[in-house]
Nanobody, 127 residues
């Protein structure tokens, strides 16, 4: 059973940086989880797409709200995906979730296209 496990959240000030990590346990091959994504959910809001990366070639996609500030990356040997959050703003405050697709190679941006989800890690940005 594939299981993403997030870490690295915390309380920071506006303008600070954080690095979130997602360890993908149970992943046995590149075909079992072709695309990884990060989503976030603020209180009272829907869970929204943040970034995605394809294991095979490292191609990435970002939500417009985070382009130029966040960076997604992967590390094969560690079975891990990372999300570097720079120039954080109070509106970035949310629970951040790591997710994995079970099939398909498109950089999916909707929640329904991801089969495996982590428990989330809280990021709080104070002004």
């Amino acid at each position: 059973q594939v299981q993403p496990v997030e870490s690295g959240g915390g309380l920071v000030q506006a303008g600070d940086s954080l690095r979130l990590s997602c360890l993908l346990s149970g992943r046995t091959s590149s075909s079992s989880t072709s695309v990884m994504g990060w989503f976030r959910q603020a209180p009272g809001n829907e869970r929204e797409f943040v970034a995605a990366i394809r294991w095979r070639d490292g191609t990435t996609d970002y939500a417009d709200s985070v382009k130029g500030r966040f960076k997604i990356s992967r590390e094969y040997a560690a079975n891990s995906v990372y999300l570097q959050l720079n120039s954080l703003r109070p509106e970035d405050t949310a629970v951040y979730y790591c997710a994995a697709r079970s099939s398909g190679y498109e950089l999916a941006t909707t929640r329904a296209e991801y089969a495996y989800w982590g428990q989330g890690t809280q990021v709080t940005v104070s002004s």
